[in-house]
Each structure stands twice: as structure tokens, then as C-alpha cells.
């Protein structure tokens, strides 16, 4: 994710505003680790340190096929969503993850479940149990006015009505208000979605586009299909008036969608989106998915931009006035391996997420002509890092309500700057093509990046991480590769 107060000019000056708004916001709130859910048939979540009753435990998900038709006119949705998952316990009865909306039936392998509706939770018991290591589909019909959940310190996240269409965003969880799900990253699926929607109106998601065609009552159904497997989080959905490009780029679909209220010119920043994934591909290995693209939405409640797999969803104020969006793109696309592939295994990691496509930003900045991504950590460093209270919350464990905070983000890119600072650029570039690699397509945790990064350069970093991540106390300035 990324906020709307983002540019690419980095002035001593601009960065000192940028964080001193930031700093304003401090809670030093820390969360409580708390162990597991409810076993295998309760309606607790998976333990998250930070949001403990996010997702499920029991089973895994394979694969979702999500079957929405929406009418921007009664903002109603009605939605079949077919999970194919397996028990990872003998499973009397499992929970899913739903807001608000209206269950109609539950099958589980083709007979009716009985069904409670929890607090955010559909609890479901299916007629047989089913055995640990089975295979089961479930099949949920629904249908309501989908609502956005809302936080004090989170904004509102998921399904919102938008200007004679709607979306489907947010972080860290949006899917719970458009579908059943296991809504965690520890529980990463690969997804069919099928959506219909009034003649003439766009219905955009994720991954491969798979045709459309005309439904009933002059509608028409959009398909796409992610096969690489996604955190529930970065499923969108957006419908509307928008100006649709499907093209290829290094024989893979790229796909932009540009609400019909934008100017042209933002059509023409995202269709870069594939040239700027290359050059990314040069520091980090593969671009990971089989798609490229973005979208662009007008609705001026949308103050940031965000990581949608393969297809990310920008604010409008990204592209206002002509600005440049490439900064914001680099960002997005960054996160394609750093967050989307490689994927956190709890919220309170947010940093191998946010610091690494903060980081992708100073690098693409200095390749651009820019500043250097030496020259962005002193500013950084120099400036507002000379005051005390830039220093906390600590980066790898900042609390939920910091979330989305400059620890998370600025100081998690000055993290691995310092790394690369004390292990040499060869050493340094090594390890976040490794990291990239051997952790695609799962979860990883920041213990896992330092044994990965030790084993790289071959010595103890655990000192490193340690102050840059943990601590609250300014580091010593980073020492040259030694
Ligand atoms: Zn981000």
C-alpha cells in the first residue's frame, strides 16, 4: 500500500514535512501475541499477533471460485463462492470469515451444512465430518448490500459503492466483505472470478483476463483467473465506467483499467507498468505472475494506492494535475515480490512488505537521474532521524495502530539500506533475488530474512536486525562492507 502524500522530488525539506505528519499520529501501541484459534471447529481466528481474529484454522484453501453479479442500481450483490480446500484436522465444522451480506445455503461435498452466523464469522458444520488431509468443496450462496469494514486507525477496507459502480479494496483485510474467505495471508488460494454486471459497464479483477460474455437481462460477464496462488487481501474487484486496454507485454496480458472521469494521460502511465516491472526484474529476479497491469479509480475517498495481485488499484490523486505516478507504480509493482509472492506470515512483519517497495522506490529514483538511495537515506537520516521520536515505534513490531506508519515504511527501507551498507551491493543484491526466489509463491517472516541474509553473507547479522528492527534508540550510523 501506499499513501496519496508520496513523491518522487525528495527535498530535505519535503521529507521532514512528510514525516513530521507522520509523527504526529504516534501511539506506541503494541500488540500481544495470542496463540491460535478455536481448533479445528470454532469460530476464533488464526492467532494473528496483531489481528487475532482474522481467518480460520482447520483447513487450507486451494481455490476460490467467486460468481458475483452486481446492480449499481439497488447496490445489491449475489455471489456463489465455491471453495475447494482441505482439512488440515478432523474437521467437525470450520468458520469463514463474512461481513455483513445475507448467507442463503451452504453445501459441503454437495449436502446442506447447518449454518450460524458469528461475529464476522460464518460458523459451518458440514452433514459428515471430514477427515484430516481430505479434500472438501464448500458452496456458499449470499447476496446483501456489501458494506466496508471501518477502523479508527485503518480507514474503511473492502466493498464500497463508487459513482454507478463499486470496489473491492483494502488492507490489511477487504475479501471478508464481498465473500467468504479465510482471510489471512497464512492461508494464500489461487482464484476463478466471474463477474456480472450491467451492458456497458467494466467489471475488472485480478490475474488472466478470460473473456467475457453476455448474461441474462442485457448483462454482461467479466472472468479472470489468478493461478498463482494470493493472499485473500489482494483479491479486488472493481465495476464501473472505465476505459479497458488489454494488450500483451513478454507474451503475458497486461491489462489497464482508467476510470472514464481521468484523464488519458493516466491511461498512458499504467500502460508503462510492464516496462518499469522489467526494470525491477533486474534487481529481484522474475516478475512472479502471469499478468501486468493496473487500475485507476476517480473516487476521491481513495487516498491511496494498492498492491492488488498482478493488477494493482491507484487513488485518483496519484495521476491529479498531470502529476507523475511512476514513483507510486515502482512502489505497487515492487510489491508483486515483496508482499504478493513472498507474502508475511503475520501482520505485525509488515516491514518485509512496506520497506522493501519503499526501497524499490530510491533505487528506481537514483536509476532514474534522481537522488541516490545513499543520498535518500541521509536525508532521512539527517533530518528528521535526528530527532528522538522518528525512532519509534520499532520497525518489526510497530502495533496495529502504526501500521501503516514511517517506522514501517521509510525506517524498513533504511533497514536494508544499512544492510547493504555493512554487507557490500554484490552480497546485498544477492540476497533480495534470494529472498524473492526461495520464498515465492508462500509466507516468510523477518527471522527468516536474517538466517537468509547471514547465510548469504556469510556472518552473524543478527546484531544488525536486531537495532534496526527492534529497538527505538537512533542506530549507529551503518559502517561500509567490512
Ligand atoms: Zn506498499
Same mark, same amino acid.
Given at each position: 500500500?501506499?499513501?496519496?502524500?508520496?513523491?518522487?522530488?525528495?527535498?530535505?525539506?519535503?521529507?521532514?514535512?512528510?514525516?513530521?505528519?507522520?509523527?504526529?499520529?504516534?501511539?506506541?501501541?503494541?500488540?500481544?501475541?495470542?496463540?491460535?484459534?478455536?481448533?479445528?471447529?470454532?469460530?476464533?481466528?488464526?492467532?494473528?499477533?496483531?489481528?487475532?481474529?482474522?481467518?480460520?484454522?482447520?483447513?487450507?484453501?486451494?481455490?476460490?471460485?467467486?460468481?458475483?453479479?452486481?446492480?449499481?442500481?439497488?447496490?445489491?450483490?449475489?455471489?456463489?463462492?465455491?471453495?475447494? +480446500?482441505? @482439512? &488440515? %484436522?478432523?474437521?467437525?465444522?470450520?468458520? *469463514?470469515?463474512? !461481513?455483513?451480506?445475507?448467507?442463503?445455503?451452504?453445501? #459441503?461435498?454437495? +449436502?446442506? @451444512? &447447518? %449454518?450460524?452466523?458469528?461475529?464476522?464469522? *460464518?460458523?459451518? !458444520?458440514?452433514?459428515?465430518?471430514?477427515?484430516?488431509? #481430505?479434500?472438501?468443496?464448500?458452496?456458499?450462496?449470499?447476496?446483501?448490500?456489501?458494506?466496508?469494514?471501518?477502523?479508527?486507525?485503518?480507514?474503511?477496507?473492502?466493498?464500497?459503492?463508487?459513482?454507478?459502480?463499486?470496489?473491492?479494496?483494502?488492507?490489511?483485510?477487504?475479501?471478508?466483505?464481498?465473500?467468504?474467505?479465510?482471510?489471512?495471508?497464512?492461508?494464500?488460494?489461487?482464484?476463478?472470478?466471474?463477474?456480472?454486471?450491467?451492458?456497458?459497464?467494466?467489471?475488472?479483477?485480478?490475474?488472466?483476463?478470460?473473456?467475457?460474455?453476455?448474461?441474462?437481462?442485457?448483462?454482461?460477464?467479466?472472468?479472470?483467473?489468478?493461478?498463482?496462488?494470493?493472499?485473500?487481501?489482494?483479491?479486488?474487484?472493481?465495476?464501473?465506467?472505465?476505459?479497458?486496454?488489454?494488450?500483451?507485454?513478454?507474451?503475458?496480458?497486461?491489462?489497464?483499467?482508467?476510470?472514464?472521469?481521468?484523464?488519458?494521460?493516466?491511461?498512458?502511465?499504467?500502460?508503462?507498468?510492464?516496462?518499469?516491472?522489467?526494470?525491477?526484474?533486474?534487481?529481484?529476479?522474475?516478475?512472479?505472475?502471469?499478468?501486468?497491469?493496473?487500475?485507476?479509480?476517480?473516487?476521491?475517498?481513495?487516498?491511496?494506492?494498492?498492491?492488488?495481485?498482478?493488477?494493482?488499484?491507484?487513488?485518483?490523486?496519484?495521476?491529479?494535475?498531470?502529476?507523475?505516478?511512476?514513483?507510486?507504480?515502482?512502489?505497487?509493482?515492487?510489491?508483486?515480490?515483496?508482499?504478493?509472492?513472498?507474502?508475511?506470515?503475520?501482520?505485525?512483519?509488515?516491514?518485509?512488505?512496506?520497506?522493501?517497495?519503499?526501497?524499490?522506490?530510491?533505487?528506481?529514483?537514483?536509476?532514474?537521474?534522481?537522488?541516490?538511495?545513499?543520498?535518500?537515506?541521509?536525508?532521512?537520516?539527517?533530518?528528521?532521524?535526528?530527532?528522538?521520536?522518528?525512532?519509534?515505534?520499532?520497525?518489526?513490531?510497530?502495533?496495529?495502530?502504526?501500521?501503516?506508519?514511517?517506522?514501517?515504511?521509510?525506517?524498513?527501507?533504511?533497514?536494508?539500506?544499512?544492510?547493504?551498507?555493512?554487507?557490500?551491493?554484490?552480497?546485498?543484491?544477492?540476497?533480495?533475488?534470494?529472498?524473492?526466489?526461495?520464498?515465492?509463491?508462500?509466507?516468510?517472516?523477518?527471522?527468516?530474512?536474517?538466517?537468509?541474509?547471514?547465510?548469504?553473507?556469510?556472518?552473524?547479522?543478527?546484531?544488525?536486525?536486531?537495532?534496526?528492527?527492534?529497538?527505538?534508540?537512533?542506530?549507529?550510523?551503518?559502517?561500509?562492507?567490512?
Amino acid at each position: 500500500m501506499a499513501g496519496s502524500g508520496r513523491g518522487r522530488s525528495r527535498t530535505a525539506a519535503a521529507v521532514a514535512a512528510a514525516v513530521a505528519a507522520v509523527l504526529l499520529g504516534l501511539a506506541g501501541c503494541t500488540g500481544g501475541w495470542s496463540p491460535g484459534g478455536a481448533g479445528g471447529s470454532g469460530a476464533g481466528g488464526l492467532g494473528d499477533p496483531y489481528f487475532p481474529s482474522y481467518g480460520n484454522t482447520g483447513y487450507q484453501v486451494d481455490h476460490y471460485l467467486l460468481q458475483v453479479s452486481y446492480d449499481p442500481a439497488s447496490k445489491q450483490l449475489t455471489g456463489t463462492a465455491t471453495i475447494e +480446500a482441505t @482439512a &488440515t %484436522v478432523d474437521l467437525s465444522g470450520f468458520s *469463514l470469515d463474512l !461481513t455483513g451480506l445475507t448467507v442463503r445455503s451452504v453445501t #459441503v461435498d454437495g +449436502a446442506a @451444512a &447447518t %449454518v450460524e452466523r458469528g461475529d464476522e464469522k *460464518l460458523v459451518v !458444520t458440514p452433514a459428515e465430518p471430514v477427515p484430516d488431509g #481430505v479434500g472438501f468443496t464448500a458452496v456458499v450462496g449470499y447476496d446483501g448490500d456489501p458494506e466496508p469494514v471501518h477502523s479508527s486507525s485503518l480507514g474503511s477496507n473492502g466493498f464500497q459503492h463508487s459513482d454507478g459502480g463499486a470496489f473491492a479494496i483494502g488492507q490489511p483485510r477487504s475479501a471478508s466483505t464481498w465473500f467468504p474467505v479465510n482471510d489471512h495471508p497464512l492461508d494464500k488460494a489461487t482464484y476463478t472470478i466471474e463477474a456480472t454486471v450491467p451492458e456497458g459497464l467494466a467489471a475488472v479483477s485480478n490475474g488472466v483476463p478470460e473473456g467475457r460474455s453476455a448474461g441474462p437481462a442485457g448483462s454482461t460477464t467479466w472472468r479472470w483467473s489468478e493461478d498463482a496462488e494470493m493472499a485473500s487481501y489482494l483479491a479486488t474487484l472493481v465495476i464501473g465506467d472505465y476505459r479497458v486496454h488489454e494488450s500483451e507485454h513478454r507474451g503475458k496480458p497486461l491489462v489497464t483499467a482508467v476510470h472514464a472521469d481521468l484523464s488519458v494521460q493516466v491511461d498512458r502511465q499504467l500502460a508503462a507498468s510492464g516496462r518499469i516491472a522489467d526494470v525491477l526484474e533486474e534487481w529481484f529476479g522474475p516478475y512472479p505472475f502471469d499478468a501486468y497491469g493496473g487500475i485507476a479509480l476517480a473516487d476521491q475517498r481513495v487516498g491511496f494506492a494498492l498492491e492488488t495481485q498482478s493488477r494493482p488499484v491507484y487513488g485518483p490523486s496519484f495521476f491529479a494535475g498531470g502529476r507523475d505516478g511512476t514513483g507510486v507504480i515502482v512502489h505497487e509493482l515492487a510489491h508483486q515480490w515483496f508482499g504478493n509472492s513472498v507474502s508475511v506470515r503475520g501482520w505485525n512483519e509488515l516491514w518485509l512488505n512496506e520497506g522493501f517497495a519503499t526501497y524499490a522506490e530510491w533505487l528506481y529514483e537514483e536509476r532514474d537521474g534522481g537522488d541516490t538511495a545513499q543520498e535518500t537515506f541521509d536525508l532521512y537520516w539527517d533530518g528528521p532521524g535526528a530527532e528522538d521520536r522518528f525512532w519509534s515505534p520499532a520497525t518489526g513490531d510497530p502495533g496495529p495502530a502504526q501500521l501503516f506508519s514511517h517506522a514501517v515504511y521509510v525506517r524498513g527501507a533504511m533497514t536494508l539500506h544499512a544492510l547493504r551498507r555493512t554487507v557490500g551491493d554484490d552480497t546485498f543484491f544477492q540476497i533480495l533475488r534470494d529472498w524473492a526466489t526461495e520464498m515465492a509463491g508462500g509466507n516468510a517472516g523477518s527471522a527468516d530474512l536474517v538466517a537468509l541474509s547471514e547465510r548469504v553473507a556469510g556472518r552473524d547479522l543478527g546484531g544488525l536486525f536486531d537495532q534496526w528492527l527492534y529497538r527505538i534508540d537512533r542506530p549507529a550510523y551503518p559502517g561500509a562492507a567490512g
